[in-house]
């Protein structure tokens, strides 16, 4: 097995013990991963704009690891309010509206900061 841990720039990788991104033969998986910028929530209260950081974020750390994001085949979305689905799943498509992975979205209680409102994992072949 060929394994390669990226990290990412949280704080709470090295305390819960945890990789931005683990690379293990052909397969990729991104850490559930959130609007978090310079150590604050980005875009408070606006899931869109949320959605969209978060994407922009995974798809620069496939590409600073050479990694197609177009081999996503697979999203799963955490939100904190089901009824504002149509504006993370519009920020969603603008991303992956030629892809289409197979995506989940489901709704929680909170995330790890109450003004946090999306927290998106991928999964990708190499």
């Not at 990729?28 to 704009?49: F, H, L, S, W």
């Not at 991303?95 to 999964?123: G, N, R, S, W, Y």
Request: a neutral charge.
């Amino acid at each position: 097995m060929n394994r390669k841990n990226i990290a990412g720039s949280s704080p709470w990788e090295d305390i819960v013990g945890y990789s931005r991104m683990v690379v293990v033969d052909d397969c990729v998986e991104v850490a559930g991963t959130t609007a978090m910028k310079d150590g604050k929530v980005y875009a408070p209260g606006n899931a869109y704009e949320q959605t969209k950081y978060i994407l922009t974020t995974i798809k620069d750390l496939f590409t600073k690891h050479q990694i197609p994001f177009e081999n996503i085949y697979r999203t799963r979305m955490f939100v904190t309010d089901i009824s504002k689905w149509e504006q993370i799943g519009r920020a969603h498509g603008e991303f992956f509206k030629e892809i289409k992975p197979v995506a989940t979205m489901v709704e929680v209680k909170q995330l790890i900061d109450p003004e946090l409102l999306v927290e998106i994992e991928v999964f990708a072949k190499k």
